[in-house]
């Protein structure tokens, strides 16, 4: 039975979601990383918001992982690089608090734009200060938006209700997305220059590290209001307090500090400067909804591989994943045929799909062929981590894809290019393709040679030249070293042209046989493959 840990407080609903799909679920609150690291290698699952720290260290001990998932959107606590490298999917639930949060900056807004938190201790003290608190209206203001997604597109909505004209930055927001949204998109600089309101809804990442700098922040108007209920480190804390001081920002309202839990700051006590202990998420509906769905999406994953929300991994539906997973097992072996005969590693990978496979969800079919190729030289690669440690090794990828296929309902074909060596300079191309026939995963086509044949858990691959009386001893040769023959399959350029047996068989021939085989003049490559 699967097991799933539960590192941090969810909704007991959320654990009810686990039993009901038969996962046996711990919870264990408060764990130390070292007494997380004794017992995770138990888990197929860990569900976590953010209090529970999934580091490398605890990925690393992590023997039957398959997945982790955060109850929220941020995945600060979560060193994805190296789940992908392990090949564990990280999944958040990036629509579960979205209003939550929408709401929040919102009413950090207006909390700012009308010194509502001071207005209101100097009131309970007994002051009654109503001629010291003269605060701004926000209709008809301009709204500068950084990050126009999910969270961001909600506070834009929001924004226009209030009578504001909303200016966008986002490199990911489309002309067509912006309109839909009925906002202006604009490059950074111009909404400096133009936003009364600055709210930012963007990930920490390199690119978003510090982007309101104090360079960046001196370009805004005087008598900006700030919000930040995104992520701690996208604005320069120093540079805040000290345009509070001078009175060039009228107020500033964040949820979110570069240091948590924020005990001391730089910012607290500054003029109409408001601060909240990053509630963005915090309320009872947010709450409820991010456990009921990283329940869900964790036993959609662990029970039927279906993929929802992933950060390393395509995604796949529930209804998707059965009509995918032959597709990715021919995937796979056609990935790890191509990868154990491209001996000197290789350049570049092109993959062609022809037929009705070419209209369904082609990437986690990619992944599956990627791990099949990157495991014949790299070991334990998955689909998870096969495309990450393609794309790190500066191999180039290419997909092409046609509606139609001359012979089979789908074809799937790999052409790896492979490095040179002293016998081939430029290196060479190897192709293979295959299809599913009676569902049954089949090759179809190698170097260009038509041929059908099985994936035999043990292949012996000849590619030699077509001269009479060669198969015959090669079934000699097979037979004195006891190697019984289970399929045998052939296909031909030519009479007398290059040739390509490929031969199932029920043991692996010694070496010598290996060898004496390779040795024969009519030989120009064999080889032992496992599937």
């Not at 209206?137 to 990050?147: A, H, M, N, W, Y």
Request: glycine share 8%.
């Amino acid at each position: 039975m699967p097991k799933v840990l539960i590192g941090d407080t969810l909704s007991p609903a959320a654990v009810e979601i686990f039993k009901a799909r038969g996962i046996e679920t711990d919870i264990k609150v408060g764990l130390s990383k070292e007494d997380l690291i004794k017992i995770i290698p138990e888990y197929d699952g860990l569900a976590v918001r953010s209090a529970c720290k999934p580091d490398a260290d605890v990925i690393a001990a992590a023997t039957r992982l398959k997945v982790i998932g955060r109850a929220g959107i941020g995945v600060d606590n979560i060193d994805i690089k190296a789940a992908t490298a392990k090949g564990v999917v990280v999944m958040n639930t990036p629509f579960g608090n979205a209003i939550t949060t929408a709401e929040h900056a919102i009413a950090m807004m207006f909390a700012a734009a009308r010194q509502i938190p001071a207005a209101n201790a100097d009131t309970q003290a007994g002051k009654w200060p109503k001629s010291g608190y003269m605060g701004v209206e926000v209709s008809f203001k301009t709204l500068g938006l950084i990050g126009a997604g999910n969270i961001g597109s909600r506070v834009a909505e929001r924004a226009i209700g209030l009578k504001m004209k909303v200016v966008a930055y986002d490199p990911f927001l489309t002309a067509e997305r912006a309109i839909e949204l009925g906002v202006e998109k604009v490059e950074l600089d111009e909404l400096l220059k133009r936003a009364d309101v600055i709210t930012l809804h963007v990930p920490l990442t390199d690119q978003t590290r510090n982007i309101l700098s104090r360079e960046s922040l001196l370009k805004t108007k005087k008598g900006l209001i700030l919000v930040n209920c995104a992520r701690g480190g996208l604005v320069d804390e120093e540079a805040v307090a000290e345009l509070l001081e001078s009175g060039h920002l009228a107020g500033a309202a964040f949820d979110v500090f570069a240091v948590e839990p924020a005990k001391e700051n730089i910012l607290f006590g500054k003029k109409n400067f408001v601060a909240t202990p990053h509630l963005g998420a915090s309320t009872n509906e947010a709450q409820e909804n991010v456990a009921l769905q990283v329940a869900e999406q964790m036993a959609d994953y662990i029970l039927t591989g279906a993929v929802t929300n992933a950060l390393n991994m395509p995604s796949v539906t529930a209804e998707e994943a059965p009509r995918l997973k032959p597709f990715a097992a021919l995937a796979e072996k056609l990935g790890s045929f191509a990868g154990q005969i491209s001996d000197y590693g290789y350049e570049e990978v092109v993959i062609e799909y022809e037929g009705e496979v070419s209209e369904l969800n082609r990437k986690p079919i990619t992944a599956a062929l990627l791990a099949g190729l990157l495991r014949a030289s790299r070991g334990d690669v998955n689909m998870v981590s096969a495309p990450a440690i393609l794309a790190e090794s500066g191999v180039k990828l290419t997909e092409t894809k046609t509606e139609t296929s001359p012979v089979y309902d789908s074809l799937i074909r790999i052409k790896v290019k492979t490095k040179a060596t002293k016998n081939s300079p430029e290196g060479g191309w190897r192709t293979l393709a295959g299809a599913l026939i009676a569902g049954k995963p089949r090759i179809v086509e190698v170097k260009g040679m038509a041929l059908e044949g099985d994936f035999s858990p043990v292949t012996l691959y000849v590619n030699n030249i077509d001269k009479p009386g060669f198969i015959g001893a090669l079934g000699l040769m097979l037979g004195e070293a006891k190697v019984n023959i289970a399929t045998f399959h052939l296909g031909r350029q030519e009479a007398g042209g290059e040739a390509i047996a490929l031969i199932g068989i029920d043991s692996t021939p010694p070496a010598e046989i290996m060898e004496k085989l390779n040795s024969l003049p009519q030989v120009r490559y064999a080889k032992v493959l496992s599937f």
